[in-house]
């Protein structure tokens, strides 16, 4: 096959986990990516494979299956849906842009019910405890140049957030830590993962015991006996050497990950984690992070509070915002059958969702706008094939430090695709057309 | 056998979940229990065949695999998906948020039952 062009697009931004890392030489031939050069595997992956397994035209269901119709049909379909609707529930909105994002909020005020994001079921929790306590924090920047203790909670970045550990804390050059040898690197976990072999310490807990052991470790850095020998599965002189170490230490982060949130106490265990951090800044520098899944839940959360006040679960229903996590969640308000409509948009909840929560979903008309089909598109009403953020089309993000950036595209969509903003435009114009007619 | 099972990300299940969802690969990675080597020679079952994860909300047939980091015996893991989904509980006890980890489960050997592609098991779901 003749080549018509190549070339090499630097500094391109990774849109898959909330490391987002902007390194990446993507290798464009012939209008389609060839090959992606340091990113990681997952990277690699979804560059290469993004064109494969999509829909290319708008379906809807009939008799049970679906069948292709045209873009405008699929927007008529879609609007009168979630015009119609009692109480619809809009979910995703974590692997798309800010733009997105918007656009979606707009429509939940105007269609009510519930807006939610996937920070639902990783990271919601962590919201939660930072509503209570506060959160220490500073940039991944900041983080790379000077800290000298990392302390990896819960998490499993070699495999969730493969370039993580590279790029940003044990094993990147930093300004003031020029190499390994000047970090500490300290892995909490129920498993000795692949993370904790890279450890210079690994401290193996007790499934569910993450709240015991965060609170030890708070009586230790006060000063505190310990009056226990063994807390959650941990000895207690290796607690009051891990709280030494965190005391002694100029710099110290904790990365932690959904092995906090999705663990018995929840958000308590955040409440702790985050008290702990505030503790140590009496004796030394000490700040903490969750590992933001997504690409972009952390832009989701931004937008929804920029929006409406609050960064998740927010309920539309009474024509202005309430916010009542347990309640106005996704998987409490679909668990207990309450909404009678969804439109998902960038995500598969019935990949991610509890079997009672998903088994309400098939129940109901679902209209689902995402790239590439899925266990959710199987299920739905009207599927909206969409552009791929970071690949096709640009639009703002916000890395899991909170740090805003551009993607941009590096090749053109399929003919005909529309943007995940185009498409919410376009439902919403529809949807203002039948509310002002009623 | 009683086991305490872990529900997380992999890195074969988000290179399978960027590859396509239907893909031989995706059902590879994502449709797998890892047992500790022990706990699978105590199951009486090879490598590569069916077990049964039961807990209170349900139970699904995935495949058997030797824990592929981390092995520690009365702990299972099973990466994030639809199969995994069958046996979490959605109780979120007013946090919003469901146990995806440390979840009481029993494993059984299940050489004869068959493992639900993602289409059909998407389909059970559904009917209930």
Wanted: a neutral charge; proline letters at 5%; one cysteine or more.
């Amino acid at each position: 096959m003749m080549i018509l062009s190549k070339k090499i697009i630097p500094n391109v931004i990774c849109t898959f986990c909330g490391a987002t890392c902007d390194d990446l030489q993507v290798t464009v031939e012939n209008g389609k990516v060839l090959n992606v050069r340091s990113g990681c595997s997952t990277s690699l992956s979804k560059f290469v494979n993004y064109n494969v397994e999509r829909y290319l035209t708008p379906l809807v269901k009939k008799d049970g299956e679906l069948h292709e119709t045209s873009y405008e049909d699929a927007i008529a379909r879609s609007a009168e849906i979630l015009a119609n609707a009692k109480y619809p529930i809009l979910y995703g909105w974590s692997s798309t842009s800010n733009e997105a994002s918007r656009a979606g909020l707009e429509l939940a005020e105007w269609v009510g019910g519930v807006i939610d994001n996937t920070t639902t079921v990783c990271h919601g929790p962590t919201l939660l405890g930072v509503h209570d306590i506060g959160e220490v924090s500073a940039s991944l920047g900041e983080i790379r140049h000077r800290a000298d203790l990392v302390i990896y909670w819960g998490s499993n970045p070699v495999h969730s957030h493969p370039h993580h550990v590279m790029r940003y804390s044990a094993l990147s050059k930093g300004r003031f830590r020029l190499s390994r040898k000047d970090r500490t690197m300290v892995v909490v976990d129920v498993r000795k993962t692949d993370t904790a072999k890279l450890a210079d310490q690994f401290i193996q807990i007790e499934p569910n015991g993450d709240y015991e052991l965060m609170c030890a470790l708070r009586m230790a850095v006060r000063g505190d006996d310990l009056e226990q020998d063994v807390i959650a599965g941990v000895p207690a002189e290796r607690i009051e050497e891990l709280a030494d170490l965190m005391i002694s230490c100029q710099f110290g982060v904790i990365f932690f990950g959904v092995g906090l949130t999705m663990t018995q106490g929840r958000h308590r265990n955040i409440d702790v984690a985050l008290s702990l951090v505030r503790d140590l800044n009496a004796r030394t520098k000490f700040l903490i992070m969750p590992m933001r899944g997504w690409y972009n839940v952390a832009g989701a959360n931004q937008v929804s509070a920029w929006v409406t006040g609050y960064p998740y679960a927010v309920d539309l229903s009474q024509g202005y915002p309430r916010y009542n996590p347990g309640d106005t969640t996704a998987v409490d308000v679909l668990a207990r059958g309450d909404c009678d409509a969804a439109l998902v948009v960038a995500s598969d909840p019935v990949s991610n969702f509890p079997v009672e929560v998903s088994r309400h979903l098939a129940k109901i008309p679902v209209i689902t706008i995402d790239p590439h089909p899925s266990a959710t598109t199987l299920i739905s009403e009207v599927v909206f094939p969409t552009t791929i953020v970071g690949i096709e089309t640009g639009g703002g993000i916000y890395r899991m430090d909170g740090v805003a950036i551009v993607t941009k595209p590096v090749v053109s969509p399929p003919p005909g695709l529309h943007s995940d903003v185009e498409i919410l435009q376009d439902i919403l114009t529809h949807v203002k057309k039948l509310k002002m007619g009623q | 056998m009683k086991v305490t099972l872990l529900s997380g990300r992999s890195l074969g299940q988000a290179k399978g979940k960027v590859t396509g969802k239907f893909t031989e690969e995706y059902l590879r990675n994502v449709a797998v229990c890892e047992l500790d080597p022990e706990d699978l020679k105590s199951l009486g079952i090879a490598l590569g065949q069916n077990v049964k994860v039961t807990t209170k909300t349900g139970s699904v047939v995935v495949r058997a695999a030797v824990a592929s980091q981390a092995a520690r015996r009365g702990v299972v893991f099973m990466p994030y998906g639809p199969w995994v989904n069958m046996v979490i509980p959605s109780e979120t006890y007013g946090t919003g948020m469901p146990s995806l980890k440390g979840i009481e489960a029993e494993v059984t050997a299940a050489p004869n039952e068959k493992l639900l592609d993602l289409r059909s098991l998407v389909g059970h779901m559904a009917r209930g």
